[in-house]
């Protein structure tokens, strides 16, 4: 069913691939949730009038699909409050009023790893998840039997248009990328692994190059990819380095690899190096109604609007204000969100930029079918989703769907089809629910 081969061409846009990334001035307050990862919410370590400085536990992982939270800045614990997330659920979420003095906790240093129980902790203590977008907890992916590991894949295809963070990481962070490699290397001896980087960013594959060449062991190669969209999907990705195919219902470890984003390493090996965890992260921050497009690094938990004053403001009201890329990113109803582990952009729209055109109906051209990655028949599943056609929905393998966008992308009648796709997973998925209640 899946080709792998097909994509997209999209408006790269990669408007701050060019400029400094800075540093922006501590904010006056955080709103850090305790829910920024795929699993269960961590619990509160915290109450209100507690003093906090930058790295204190603030959050504890709730079981194994979780992730520990830590404060970004330094100050005292003012309020909890209800968080409402992008995909439509509340959590609760630590108000900190920063001193302005981002005073470190104290006695944090690196950890030592020989083992893989030793990474599995140390990851876990880190807070690191998948930053490139999911929030998937790090750990779970190398708590795995590493003879099953043939491949360790680094993600540095950044296909979004106007995402540059990733490019910043490969530019600017390869000593902690390569001190991650090393000691996963050492615990779990994966004995290769494949950064993968797009052929028109040409200084990140050469940063990644240098990288390659300076890591003695493991045996890292740089694979030039071509820049096509959605080149970082990590099914598309781990057949375009390894020609190994990734089926429905299965992972990259079924086919003997590992996948982690660029930043995602580069943030294992700043706390295996320093024992800080993750409290700071690197935002693309770009569209047409921001003043001065730039990368920013950011305390976690800072709101859009420091963020966007951070780069100058806002030049108009923006009509649509995103995390992450215009093709898989979620809307954010005001700039008072938070950015978040997981927030590698924030785009401010203008209304030209956000405006939708209007749907037409279905010719029966077929480019839906041509263009998608895994060979799914969109517009099929877009009928029998309004037809609430369970059976129909799953001989059409719609869960199968990365949700690319890449259907809606390039249909002629500009047909909500990746919308109708995410739909009918959740009605799949309710009725699952429901069955097993």
């Not at 005292?76 to 995909?87: G, I, R, S």
């Not at 950044?158 to 050492?186: F, H, K, W």
């Not at 769907?401 to 890449?406: F, K, R």
């Amino acid at each position: 069913m899946a080709s792998y081969l097909t994509g997209i061409i999209t408006p790269h846009r990669k408007h701050t691939k060019k400029s400094p990334t800075i540093r922006m001035d501590v904010p006056k307050t955080v709103t850090i949730p305790m829910e920024m990862h795929i699993g269960k919410p961590a619990i509160p370590t915290v109450k209100v009038g507690d003093l906090v400085k930058v790295g204190t536990k603030i959050g504890e992982a709730d079981g194994k699909i979780s992730s520990n939270i830590y404060s970004s800045v330094s100050g005292k614990v003012v309020k909890f409050v209800e968080y409402l997330l992008f995909n439509g659920f509340v959590t609760t979420a630590a108000v900190i009023e920063s001193d302005g003095e981002m005073t470190m906790e104290e006695g944090l240093t690196p950890p030592t790893v020989n083992t893989k129980e030793d990474l599995i902790e140390a990851i876990k203590a880190s807070g690191v998840v998948g930053l490139g977008g999911a929030g998937f907890p790090t750990q779970v992916k190398f708590d795995v039997d590493p003879e099953k590991v043939d491949y360790l894949i680094i993600n540095g295809a950044e296909c979004e248009p106007y995402v540059t963070s990733d490019t910043v990481t490969m530019l600017t962070r390869g000593d902690d990328m390569a001190y991650a490699l090393q000691t996963i290397n050492r615990a779990m001896g994966i004995s290769k692994a494949i950064i993968g980087v797009e052929s028109n960013n040409k200084k990140a594959v050469r940063a990644m190059q240098i990288l390659a060449d300076a890591v003695i062991w493991p045996d890292v190669n740089v694979k030039v990819l071509p820049p096509v969209y959605p080149q970082g999907g990590e099914k598309v990705l781990v057949y375009h380095t390894t020609g190994r195919k990734i089926h429905a219902n299965q992972l990259p470890i079924d086919v003997g690899c590992i996948v982690v984003n660029c930043t995602t390493l580069a943030a294992i090996g700043a706390y295996l190096k320093t024992g800080i965890p993750l409290v700071e992260k690197c935002v693309t921050v770009d569209g047409g109604a921001v003043k001065k497009p730039r990368n920013v690094m950011v305390p976690i938990g800072t709101s859009l609007e420091d963020l966007f004053n951070a780069c100058g403001g806002l030049t108009v009201e923006p009509a649509k204000i995103i995390y992450g890329g215009p093709m898989m990113g979620i809307t954010v109803p005001n700039t008072s969100a938070s950015v978040l582990k997981n927030t590698n952009a924030a785009l401010a729209l203008t209304a030209k930029e956000a405006k939708l055109p209007k749907t037409t109906a279905c010719i029966r051209c077929g480019s839906c079918v041509n263009t998608c990655p895994f060979g799914l028949a969109p517009i099929s599943i877009a009928e029998a989703y309004d037809r609430k056609d369970v059976d129909a929905l799953k001989a059409l393998h719609v869960t199968t769907c990365m949700e690319c966008g890449c259907c809606s992308f390039v249909c002629p009648a500009n047909r909500p089809l990746v919308q109708k796709n995410k739909l009918s997973k959740q009605l799949l998925k309710d009725i699952k629910e429901g069955e097993n209640k």
